[in-house]
């Protein structure tokens, strides 16, 4: 036995404590953890008790305390951080009622700002309103014949426009809260509140969110909701004040939560001067219909365009149909652009002429027009795009791309079975209604007085509007009137018809759309009604390399369609050899990818003068590339002139022209 075992007794207390030390830890563990989970449990309460009288009297010591910096508050959330009162007037009444519903919102200390329509510009600011936390009122008026108040004009313009562009999409102004007061007469029932009605929709398609249902005022006393307006305007701003009252407590719904689009199904107090879900319910399928398809879209939405599109065929068969029986003339060619066509074309903003042609007003010709740049054919050939005018002698097309994003309903057919107006008429009235579009800018903020004042005289024409312009059979008289008028010519055409290619008279640069490479892809994507469409494809890009003046491939690549067959396009770019893919224009170490246009006038006039021997080419009338247009430049393609403007909702790409 070790001896040193007789130095330790066993008996000691402490060292019975050491041999049971486990024992020990164990109950001094599981006493602290009694001991948090009191801690927690008072300290909750505590926090409850203190939470319930926030809002009773703070005592002194911790006043001072606070007021040092010691014992920050924590910051009350906002639901609403003011209100901002739009208005649209003709008479004053519009502005009249803004005021008043001023003055009844400053009661509900919330800041309050009302603004003149005719000074605000929705194209800098009204996207500013998804993250402001502001309620935007507005209060318009209807004028003569269902129009907007001239102060109002451009406001209603930009957001009629913006709602059908996909480039904004359905999402732009998701976040904005806004409601809407109209002002009208029901003794004109065709457009009674019609403006009041537009704005409403126009906001809600943008993705904004309605917090009150819209009023809609009658100064028809008879008829009025309430007797009068100003009774009409009570009754809904009292509505719009409680809404108000509610959303500064962060409730966000009044009833049930069961509303749909807006619309609130469960309130008993829903009146007939409100927006219903079913009037929007149609606006939603009409857009799904007419509405420009987006291609990030495509995919979940081309079976239900296929399906509108043999239905709409079946219909205008019918109504064509019903029409030759009631005038029983067969044989009369009937008119291009059908009611249905008329209205869907009309809503997206172009300005129809005669039975087939139309003419629109592209974006970057309002962005130049207000200094903020042009498109890319400004960068790269000059074309001043306040000077430019889109449009097209025919609506028709040879294919029916999936990816068309103009329009997916106009008609299609491989010959011209249409009535025909003379190219006079369709230039002179395409003309006119591009200067009364240049006109409605006149006012708007931010418009260059010397850029309006070059607005009204055309002096490029863009036809790449819509469908096939070279099937109209009088192209050629028609692009001699434009060169006679001093107006460069961008003809685009889609590769189906090489012999009008072929008989194609001069233009200042012709374009080839080619949106495919083999034969397969280009049936799957363009969907051609001719049964040759590939040896017709060949044979056009053919007779562009035969082409002297310039000539452009534009090629529409969209991922998972038809980017798969480079080797292909390869050899297609050297059959059409076109200018602007096969590297032509660099002269002496330098660019020369401008056009000069006085000098393309002139040859045109001399090609015409000697009957069609005086030829010219390309290299005729280029004009040396400035500086800031050439790749690497610190302006990054964008004319000094100008001024750079981007757009504040970076949510969606709208690129493009």
Not at 192 to 210: C, E, I, P, Y
């Given at each position: 036995?070790?001896?040193?075992?007789?130095?330790?007794?066993?008996?000691?207390?402490?060292?019975?404590?050491?041999?049971?030390?486990?024992?020990?830890?164990?109950?001094?563990?599981?006493?602290?953890?009694?001991?948090?989970?009191?801690?927690?449990?008072?300290?909750?309460?505590?926090?409850?008790?203190?939470?319930?009288?926030?809002?009773?009297?703070?005592?002194?010591?911790?006043?001072?305390?606070?007021?040092?910096?010691?014992?920050?508050?924590?910051?009350?959330?906002?639901?609403?951080?003011?209100?901002?009162?739009?208005?649209?007037?003709?008479t004053g009444t519009a502005k009249g009622f803004a005021t008043s519903l001023a003055e009844a919102v400053t009661s509900l200390d919330l800041p309050v700002a009302v603004i003149n329509l005719k000074e605000y510009d929705p194209d800098d600011h009204l996207v500013e309103e998804v993250t402001s936390k502001?309620?935007?009122?507005?209060?318009?008026?209807?004028?003569?014949?269902?129009?907007?108040?001239?102060?109002?004009?451009?406001?209603?313009?930009?957001?009629?426009?913006?709602?059908?562009?996909?480039?904004?999409?359905?999402?732009?102004?998701?976040?904005?809260?806004?409601?809407?007061?109209?002002?009208?007469?029901?003794?004109?029932?065709?457009?009674?509140?019609?403006?009041?009605?537009?704005?409403d929709k126009w906001l809600w398609m943008l993705g904004a969110h309605r917090v009150a249902t819209r009023g809609e005022g009658d100064c028809d006393v008879a008829k009025s909701k309430h007797g009068s307006i100003e009774a009409d305007f009570r009754a809904w701003k009292t509505k719009f004040l409680a809404?108000?009252?509610?959303?500064?407590?962060?409730?966000?719904?009044?009833?049930?939560?069961?509303?749909?689009?807006?619309?609130?199904?469960?309130?008993?107090?829903?009146?007939?001067?409100?927006?219903?879900?079913?009037?929007?319910?149609?606006?939603?399928?009409?857009?799904?219909?007419?509405?420009?398809?987006?291609?990030?879209?495509?995919?979940?939405?081309?079976?239900?365009?296929?399906?509108?599109?043999?239905?709409?065929?079946?219909?205008?068969?019918?109504?064509?149909?019903?029409?030759?029986?009631?005038?029983?003339?067969?044989?009369?060619?009937?008119?291009?652009?059908?009611?249905?066509?008329?209205?869907?074309?009309?809503?997206?903003?172009?300005?129809?002429?005669?039975?087939?042609?139309?003419?629109?007003?592209?974006?970057?010709?309002?962005?130049?027009?207000?200094?903020?740049?042009?498109?890319?054919?400004?960068?790269?050939?000059?074309?001043?795009?306040?000077?430019?005018?889109?449009?097209?002698?025919?609506?028709?097309?040879?294919?029916?791309?999936?990816?068309?994003?103009?329009?997916?309903?106009?008609?299609?057919?491989?010959?011209?079975?249409?009535?025909?107006?003379?190219?006079?008429?369709?230039?002179?009235?395409?003309?006119?209604?591009?200067?009364?579009?240049?006109?409605?800018?006149?006012?708007?903020?931010?418009?260059?007085?010397?850029?309006?004042?070059?607005?009204?005289?055309?002096?490029?024409?863009?036809?790449?509007?819509?469908?096939?312009?070279?099937?109209?059979?009088?192209?050629?008289?028609?692009?001699?009137?434009?060169?006679?008028?001093?107006?460069?010519?961008?003809?685009?055409?889609?590769?189906?018809?090489?012999?009008?290619?072929?008989?194609?008279?001069?233009?200042?640069?012709?374009?080839?759309?080619?949106?495919?490479?083999?034969?397969?892809?280009?049936?799957?994507?363009?969907?051609?009604?001719?049964?040759?469409f590939w040896q017709r494809f060949l044979d056009s890009l053919k007779a562009l390399a035969a082409k002297q003046q310039r000539t452009v491939y534009r090629l529409t690549l969209v991922k998972a369609w038809n980017v798969d067959e480079l080797q292909a396009y390869a050899e297609l770019v050297s059959l059409?050899?076109?200018?602007?893919?096969?590297?032509?224009?660099?002269?002496?170490?330098?660019?020369?990818?401008?056009?000069?246009?006085?000098?393309?006038?002139?040859?045109?006039?001399?090609?015409?003068?000697?009957?069609?021997?005086?030829?010219?080419?390309?290299?005729?009338?280029?004009?040396?590339?400035?500086?800031?247009?050439?790749?690497?430049?610190?302006?990054?393609?964008?004319?000094?002139?100008?001024?750079?403007?981007?757009?504040?909702?970076?949510?969606?790409?709208?690129?493009?022209?």
């Amino acid at each position: 036995m070790d001896p040193s075992l007789d130095t330790w007794d066993f008996s000691s207390p402490l060292m019975s404590l050491w041999m049971n030390r486990f024992y020990v830890y164990l109950g001094f563990a599981f006493g602290i953890s009694l001991w948090i989970c009191f801690q927690i449990v008072i300290r909750k309460q505590l926090f409850i008790f203190k939470d319930k009288n926030s809002q009773k009297s703070v005592p002194k010591a911790t006043g001072d305390l606070m007021t040092n910096g010691y014992i920050p508050l924590q910051k009350k959330e906002v639901f609403v951080s003011g209100v901002k009162i739009f208005y649209g007037s003709q008479t004053g009444t519009a502005k009249g009622f803004a005021t008043s519903l001023a003055e009844a919102v400053t009661s509900l200390d919330l800041p309050v700002a009302v603004i003149n329509l005719k000074e605000y510009d929705p194209d800098d600011h009204l996207v500013e309103e998804v993250t402001s936390k502001n309620v935007c009122a507005f209060v318009v008026a209807t004028y003569t014949e269902g129009r907007p108040p001239e102060s109002a004009e451009w406001f209603c313009k930009w957001l009629e426009e913006a709602s059908s562009d996909f480039r904004f999409g359905k999402t732009y102004l998701k976040g904005m809260r806004y409601a809407v007061f109209g002002l009208g007469n029901s003794a004109y029932a065709s457009h009674f509140n019609k403006v009041g009605k537009n704005v409403d929709k126009w906001l809600w398609m943008l993705g904004a969110h309605r917090v009150a249902t819209r009023g809609e005022g009658d100064c028809d006393v008879a008829k009025s909701k309430h007797g009068s307006i100003e009774a009409d305007f009570r009754a809904w701003k009292t509505k719009f004040l409680a809404r108000l009252q509610t959303l500064q407590k962060g409730e966000k719904k009044p009833c049930d939560g069961n509303c749909k689009r807006g619309q609130c199904e469960s309130s008993a107090e829903e009146e007939s001067f409100e927006s219903t879900s079913e009037e929007e319910s149609g606006t939603e399928d009409h857009q799904n219909l007419n509405s420009v398809v987006d291609v990030e879209d495509l995919g979940k939405i081309m079976n239900y365009v296929k399906k509108e599109k043999r239905e709409k065929e079946q219909q205008e068969e019918k109504s064509s149909l019903v029409r030759n029986t009631v005038k029983n003339e067969a044989s009369e060619r009937r008119a291009m652009i059908t009611p249905a066509l008329r209205e869907a074309l009309t809503k997206q903003g172009y300005q129809l002429i005669g039975s087939h042609s139309g003419v629109k007003l592209c974006r970057w010709t309002k962005s130049m027009l207000r200094g903020r740049g042009g498109c890319y054919k400004h960068t790269f050939y000059g074309i001043e795009s306040h000077r430019c005018m889109e449009t097209t002698p025919s609506l028709a097309c040879a294919n029916k791309c999936v990816f068309c994003w103009r329009h997916h309903t106009n008609p299609v057919g491989t010959e011209w079975r249409w009535k025909m107006d003379q190219p006079e008429m369709i230039l002179k009235e395409a003309i006119e209604n591009h200067q009364n579009m240049i006109k409605q800018f006149k006012g708007v903020p931010g418009v260059k007085e010397e850029r309006f004042e070059e607005g009204m005289m055309v002096k490029h024409c863009a036809l790449s509007l819509v469908g096939e312009p070279i099937m109209y059979p009088e192209i050629n008289r028609f692009l001699k009137l434009l060169h006679e008028c001093k107006i460069s010519s961008f003809l685009v055409t889609n590769a189906q018809f090489p012999v009008e290619i072929r008989n194609l008279k001069p233009v200042t640069q012709l374009y080839v759309s080619v949106d495919a490479s083999t034969k397969d892809s280009l049936k799957k994507i363009d969907r051609p009604l001719f049964k040759d469409f590939w040896q017709r494809f060949l044979d056009s890009l053919k007779a562009l390399a035969a082409k002297q003046q310039r000539t452009v491939y534009r090629l529409t690549l969209v991922k998972a369609w038809n980017v798969d067959e480079l080797q292909a396009y390869a050899e297609l770019v050297s059959l059409g050899n076109p200018d602007f893919i096969e590297v032509k224009f660099k002269i002496d170490s330098e660019w020369w990818t401008w056009i000069d246009y006085n000098r393309f006038q002139e040859l045109m006039q001399e090609y015409e003068d000697s009957g069609g021997s005086a030829t010219f080419s390309s290299k005729d009338y280029v004009a040396k590339t400035p500086h800031w247009a050439l790749f690497g430049a610190c302006e990054r393609g964008f004319d000094p002139k100008d001024t750079r403007y981007q757009r504040k909702n970076k949510s969606k790409d709208i690129s493009g022209c």
